[in-house]
């Protein structure tokens, strides 16, 4: 049986062509994409591709993108041997981050891709990064993927989804993962980094849950944050989650008037979740003084993870479930790889 690998086009720089008559930019026609890319043909797959009926700049992206991502993956799963997620650079992590946790017993490849410049100039990282994205995509052994995980690939790399932050608006680089290794690297040849790919048993079959609540706040501490600002953020009208962007491994002020506003917002049923501005390294709850009182008020620890994974895994838990404390123990725990195992415990 032939392979096939379905293109989901959203939006965003790769799939924009100048029109020769305005010179402005505009979407390509991916049902021509062997014109613009007639490398693809040397594949032995097939390619299909499907535009969402309203492209986005990745900029104006709802989580109502992410729900109609899903039930696509899910409409045409068993016709697909994987999937290539065409989407705009600036919030792709954050798409990648959802949908590894929307996705459930997922057993084929999810690879989000796009470009720095668009598909039809000359200098275009486009092209090089749709080739790859398709290859691995399609890759299997004994009929299993290689990859089967939401992932990234950008550039000469490719990464957990849920592992990534874009870090340059201009290079071709743009995305890192700090805290865990590529799953693949490219170049003559893709060097594949099995160890690092999630090959968990999967027995039953794919399931999605799409819901989020997005009623979460982030609150970046710097010094000299006025009380009457984190005031404002934990009383906003609904809010259930709060996403403390502390220093260092998860530092916060020890003044009692900061450290009261941390005990309001919990006492008001507010869940709250440490992650560091750095991008790498972890977050160690009671590990100095000034982590420790946060602890001691509940809050969470978000370890190593990414702050557009955390800002998603909030908004998944909180819509699927409605026990704090449950929403607080896989807040703590890896629940889809965003955490390292061996940070876990701190």
């Not at 989020?212 to 706040?217: E, S």
């Not at 003044?255 to 917002?265: G, P």
Request: aromatic content about 10%; proline content about 4%; hydrophobic content about 40%.
């Amino acid at each position: 049986m032939t392979k096939s690998v379905l293109i989901i086009y959203t939006g965003g720089t790769i799939g924009m062509v100048n029109d020769p008559e305005t010179g402005a930019l505009c979407p390509f026609n991916f049902e021509q994409i062997a014109k613009a890319v007639p490398e693809i043909k040397e594949f032995g797959f097939n390619i299909d591709s499907y535009t969402l009926p309203q492209i986005i700049d990745s900029s104006d992206l709802q989580p109502t993108v992410w729900a109609e991502l899903c039930q696509i993956i899910q409409d045409h799963y068993d016709k697909y041997c994987g999937f290539v997620i065409l989407h705009g650079t600036d919030t792709m992590a954050y798409s990648a981050s959802a949908l590894s946790f929307m996705l459930s017993n997922l057993t084929k490849p999810v690879v989000f891709t796009g470009s720095q410049l668009p598909i039809g100039t000359i200098r275009t990282d486009g092209r090089e990064n749709l080739i790859a994205a398709l290859e691995i995509a399609a890759a299997t052994i004994e009929d299993r993927a290689v990859v089967p995980e939401v992932c990234i690939l950008f550039g000469a790399k490719l990464f957990r989804g849920n592992r990534t932050t874009k870090i340059n608006a201009e290079s071709f680089d743009a995305f890192q993962s700090f805290n865990y290794p590529p799953l693949a690297e490219i170049g003559i040849h893709i060097h594949y980094n099995y160890g690092a790919i999630d090959y968990s048993p999967k027995t039953a079959p794919l399931s999605i849950f799409t819901g989020m609540n997005t009623h979460i706040a982030v609150l970046k501490l710097f010094p000299g944050i006025q009380l009457d600002l984190i005031d404002a953020v934990i009383h906003t009208p609904g809010l259930k989650g709060l996403i403390l962007e502390t220093y260092g491994s998860g530092n916060a002020p020890t003044s009692c008037a900061f450290l009261q506003k941390i005990k309001e917002a919990s006492v008001m049923g507010i869940i709250i979740y440490n992650v560091t501005q750095c991008q790498g390294g972890t977050v160690e709850m009671g590990r100095y003084e000034t982590s420790r009182e946060l602890l001691n008020y509940g809050v969470s620890s978000g370890y190593d993870i990414t702050m557009e994974a955390a800002v998603c895994k909030m908004m998944h838990l909180l819509e699927k479930y409605t026990d704090a404390n449950e929403i607080k123990k896989y807040l703590n725990s890896s629940i889809k790889g965003e955490i390292s195992v061996n940070h876990i415990g701190f």
